[in-house]
């Protein structure tokens, strides 16, 4: 059974950082391609990173290059993502996906991904 453990959300005010982790049970990481996808409240859903399968190549939407950094650990089965500089924009439902769709060649595009994990909630407010 496919299962994502998501954690690391939380309240952080402008400008801090936070680091969420997604870990998979059920499967093996490894021979899937990773997104983080994010979704406001009354927004479309927005895949704002992906990593390939061992994390040669990773993508970046425009609202956090230079700010995200998407990691994985296939030894751990775990992936992750650092968020700095922060901004109230950021705030939002973060989800880890997993894809086997170009899975050297990750896209940018939560249609691409099949598994999900059950979101955790970031607050960027002061």
């Known amino acids: 059974q496919f299962q994502f453990v998501e954690s690391g959300g939380g309240l952080v005010q402008p400008g801090g950082s936070l680091r969420l982790s997604c870990v998979a049970s059920?499967?093996?990481?490894?021979?899937?391609?990773i997104a983080w996808i994010r979704q406001a409240p009354g927004k479309e859903r927005e895949a704002i990173t992906c990593?390939?399968?061992?994390?040669?190549?990773?993508k970046y939407a425009d609202s956090v290059k230079g700010r995200f950094t998407i990691s994985r650990d296939n030894a751990k089965n775990a992936v992750y993502l650092q968020m700095d500089s922060l901004r109230a924009e950021d705030t939002a439902v973060y989800y880890c996906?997993?894809?086997?769709?170009?899975?050297?060649?990750?896209?940018?595009?939560?249609?691409?991904?099949?598994?999900w994990g059950q979101g955790t909630q970031v607050t960027v407010s002061s």
């Open positions: 990593i390939s399968t061992h994390g040669v190549v990773t």
């Open positions: 996906a997993a894809g086997q769709i170009s899975r050297l060649n990750p896209i940018l595009n939560y249609q691409a991904y099949d598994y």
């Open positions: 059920g499967f093996t990481l490894e021979y899937y391609a």
